[in-house]
Structures are given as C-alpha cells and as structure tokens.
C-alpha cells in the first residue's frame, strides 16, 4: 500500500515544483509582509515628500488639504480593488499590457509596453533618483545641482548636456538599484523591505511630531 502522503505537486498537475506555477510561471517567493511592502513602496514614493507643499500654497486651507487626501484615497482604494479584480481573473504575468490587451487588442497593449519601458517607467525612476539627490543636498551641501563637474556644453539654444554632482548621485542610485533587483527577488526583496519600513518609520514621525508640536 503506498502512503497517502503526497507533495503538492503531485496533487495539482499544474505545479511542477514547490512554489512554481507551471501554468502561469509565477514562483511564489513574496510573503504576506513582502508583497504588502512592494504595494506601500509603490504606492508611497518621494512625492508624498514633495507635492503636500505645493498642495498646502494652491488650497490655503488645512481642512481643504484633509479633503483632498481623502479624496485622493477613496480613488486609490478604487483602482486597487479594480486592478485586484483584473489581476484575479487573468492571473499572468504583464500586468497593464495583459489587460490592455485582453479588453482591447494586442495592438493597445504593445503600444502600453513600449511606452512604459521608455517613457513612463524610465522617467519615474529618473525623477525618484533626483528627489533623492536634492534630498541628499540639504545634508551634503556639496550634492548641488550648481556644482558641475562637467559644465554645460550647449548643443542648442534650448538644449545643454552637463554633469553635476546631484547627477552623478541620482546615475549612482539608479545603478545599484538596478545592480542589487539583478541578484534576484530574495536579495530585491530585503532591499525594498529595509527601504519601505525606514520610509514608513520617517512618515509616522513626521505625523506625529506634526500633531504634537
């Protein structure tokens, strides 16, 4: 008589080895606390640094600006149960361009891809690394869009090439980002753990200091 103590994998035909969906090719290497950090790293970025300024001069209310907050997330919410209801009944990899292209045509969903990988994608990490930079500038004063180590070389009347040392900070940043999401999802994961839970940590000080003091 053979045990009745079977893996996984023999149970469901569709998983070919622990974690790995052979359908889909999902490998499940993300936790409850991993994959809630992913969505807040995402979700809370260097704008919520930068734009509440902006936001407080434009209203010139405080109750206006809570308004708008609540606004702001009762859409969020929306669009999160929106994407989790997509991501449930097409459970593959693309995200965007899978839908796209299954409520579309493929045509929409190329389109989508392509634009990601050059404009949307590239020009939020660009804008991340210089926040960082400016940021990095009020503790290093040296770290100054105004401190070139290369100075501007105009190719136009509207248009120059030049390397500054905030520049050269946000290139550094985008490279070991890059490097440290190239060793793999179980090195990528620590990373934006570390990184989330110190951005969480700073934002909770900051409400707090804002309502005692």
Not at 72 to 90: C, K, R
Request: hydrophobic fraction near 55%; avoid cysteine.
């Amino acid at each position: 008589m053979k045990s009745r103590s079977t893996s996984s994998a023999n149970i469901n035909p569709k998983v070919s080895a622990p974690g790995i969906d052979r359908e889909t090719g999902f490998v499940r290497e993300l936790g409850l606390f991993d994959s809630a950090m992913v969505v807040i790293g995402v979700m809370i970025g260097s704008g919520i640094f930068i734009v509440p300024a902006d936001m407080a001069r434009n209203i010139g209310s405080p109750g206006w600006l809570m308004v708008a907050w609540v606004f702001a997330g009762i859409l969020t919410i929306s669009a999160a149960l929106s994407y989790g209801e997509l991501a449930s009944m097409m459970p593959r990899a693309g995200g965007m361009y899978v839908y796209l292209r299954e409520a579309f045509s493929p045509l929409w969903g190329f389109l989508y891809g392509w634009t990601l990988f050059t404009v949307i994608q590239t020009g939020t990490i660009a804008a991340v690394a210089v926040a960082f930079a400016r940021f990095g500038g009020v503790l290093w004063p040296s770290v100054s869009e105004q401190n070139y180590l290369i100075a501007p070389i105009h190719l136009s009347q509207r248009y120059a090439v030049s390397l500054s040392t905030a520049q050269l900070v946000a290139i550094f940043v985008i490279a070991l980002l890059t490097w440290s999401n190239s060793r793999g999802i179980r090195y990528g994961k620590l990373v934006q753990n570390l990184f989330t839970s110190a951005k969480i940590a700073a934002l909770a000080a900051l409400i707090v200091l804002g309502l005692l003091w």
